[in-house]
T-cell receptor, first 113, second 111 residues
């Protein structure tokens, strides 16, 4: 089955700086890669996703890049703000499969004022 | 639309008790999922369903059962609760099996 590794487990950045979270996956058949943000005590919320036919996708301050050859993908957050503080999860799945997402263990992002 | 709703929000069980976690979605999604999230960890798939009457096991199905008699509902049954089942349980639904929308979760403690 799929295995998703996520690094770092904790990331502390100064407000206004950029943050990068990296994930690797094992199943070359995976082709859908979402990122979720989870605030304390809340449900995971989808913030951005990418499919394997695209190398990069942006949405305002958030971007995701995908390298299918190396089987890794990354989340980039620019101009970080206090409300970006949360736990971020990457995930992977085979888009034509019926089964669910395989998640990384999460990154606790701390924005220092 | 209420989206995905789950009940109860919190529950404490004694070892050996049973309970059903309820999940309902009003988006007419075919795909539904149950995940558990242990402290400091990512979510792990318990069971999933691709439509009414069709269910299948995920990564961690032992100790759980599901049914899917309607498109809207996907209850998760815990039989003979054990301390290892202490976790937060999230239900999710998806229109096509890719983007998933999560419910608010049920926090379960087994003592």
């Amino acid at each position: 089955g799929e295995n998703v590794e996520q690094h770092p487990s904790t990331l502390s950045v100064q407000e206004g700086d950029s943050a990068v979270i990296k994930c690797t996956y094992s199943d070359s058949a995976s082709n859908y890669f979402p990122w979720y943000k989870q605030e304390l005590g809340k449900r995971p919320q989808l913030i951005i996703d990418i499919r394997s036919n695209v190398g990069e996708k942006k949405d305002q301050r958030i971007a995701v890049t995908l390298n299918k050859t190396a089987k890794h993908f990354s989340l980039h957050i620019t101009e970080t703000q206090p409300e970006d503080s949360a736990v971020y999860f990457c995930a992977a799945r085979r888009e034509w499969g019926a089964d669910g997402l395989t998640f990384g263990k999460g990154t606790h992002l701390i924005i220092q004022p | 639309n209420a989206g995905v709703t789950q009940t109860p929000k919190f529950r404490i069980l004694k070892i050996g008790q049973s309970m059903t976690l309820q999940c309902t979605q009003d988006m007419n999604h075919n795909y539904m999922y149950w995940y558990r999230q242990d402290p400091g960890m990512g979510l792990k798939l318990i069971y999933y369903s691709v439509g009414a009457g069709i269910t299948d096991k995920g990564e961690v199905p032992n100790g759980y059962n599901v049914s899917r008699s309607t498109t809207e509902d996907f209850p998760l049954r815990l039989e003979l609760a054990a301390p290892s089942q202490t976790s937060v349980y999230f239900c999710a639904s998806s229109p096509r099996g890719d983007t998933q929308y999560f419910g608010p979760g049920t926090r379960l403690t087994v003592l």
